[in-house]
């Protein structure tokens, strides 16, 4: 069974205060893991797809990587705007077209970012 | 639409009455999600439709649950008798089919309270 683990549940920084979320992983072979960032009452908001080992996306204030058991979300010099819940997602391969299968959801990781 | 419509916002009912969630996806998005997401618990899978057809139902808790999806693009999630643990926010999502993953496009939720 797919199993994502989102670290810490709770992260409280000063503006400018630079961190890293982690997100563990077992799944039965990666086509992709997702980061989402949620915002209260909204729907989450897709950021980032990251699909082999060694990988790394930046938007902005915020870079992703991925290894073969887990995945980190850098924030860098973060704003009180960064501040949200920030989901980690993975898709198995299944060997069809993307947006075939179900994604298995961590519980997120919510981000405070102190003026 | 630009986004991915949900309604209603909220819906509050009494134990043991029939609700139903309507989701409006992006127009051209073949593939459509629920998922269900409770205090403290991550996003979870309940159904998938490919078209009007649902390749994957095995998220659906029990037989209370259905849904079905007209014409490529409506859906609806149909909660029978509901109990006090169907309380939750209920996503909808959607998304192209191809090789490429560019990521789910959320709603905003419908929040379901059973009382």
């Known amino acids: 069974e797919d199993q994502v683990t989102q670290s810490p549940e709770a992260l409280r920084l000063q503006e400018g205060e630079s961190s890293s979320l982690n997100c563990s992983y077992t799944?039965?072979?990666?086509?992709?893991l997702f980061w989402y960032r949620q915002d209260p009452g909204k729907g989450p908001e897709f950021l980032f797809t990251?699909?082999?080992a060694g990988e790394e996306k930046e938007k902005e204030r915020l870079k992703a990587t991925l290894t073969k058991k887990e995945s980190f979300l850098h924030i860098t010099a973060p704003k009180p705007e960064d501040s949200a819940t920030y989901l980690c997602?993975?898709?198995?391969?299944?060997?069809?077209?993307?947006?075939?299968?179900?994604?298995?959801f961590g519980t997120g990781t919510r981000l405070t970012i102190i003026p | 639409g630009a986004g991915v419509s949900q309604s209603p916002s909220n819906k509050v009912t009494e134990k043991g009455k029939d609700v139903e969630l309507r989701c409006d996806p992006i127009?051209?998005?073949?593939?459509l999600y629920w998922y269900r997401q409770s205090l403290g618990q991550g996003l979870e899978f309940l159904i998938y439709?490919?078209?009007?057809?649902?390749?994957?139902k095995s998220g659906l808790p029990s037989d209370r649950f259905s849904a079905e999806r007209t014409g490529g693009s409506v859906s609806t999630l149909t909660i029978q008798r509901t109990q006090q643990e169907d309380s939750a926010v209920y996503l909808c999502?959607?998304?192209?089919?191809?090789?490429?993953?560019?990521?789910?496009?959320f709603g905003s939720g419908t929040r379901l309270t059973v009382v």
């Open positions: 999502a959607s998304s192209f089919v191809t090789h490429e993953f560019y990521g789910y496009t």
């Open positions: 799944v039965s072979g990666l086509r992709g």
């Open positions: 990251l699909y082999s």
């Open positions: 997602a993975v898709q198995p391969n299944m060997g069809s077209n993307f947006g075939n299968e179900k994604l298995t």
């Open positions: 127009s051209g998005h073949t593939a």
């Open positions: 439709f490919q078209g009007n057809s649902a390749p994957d």
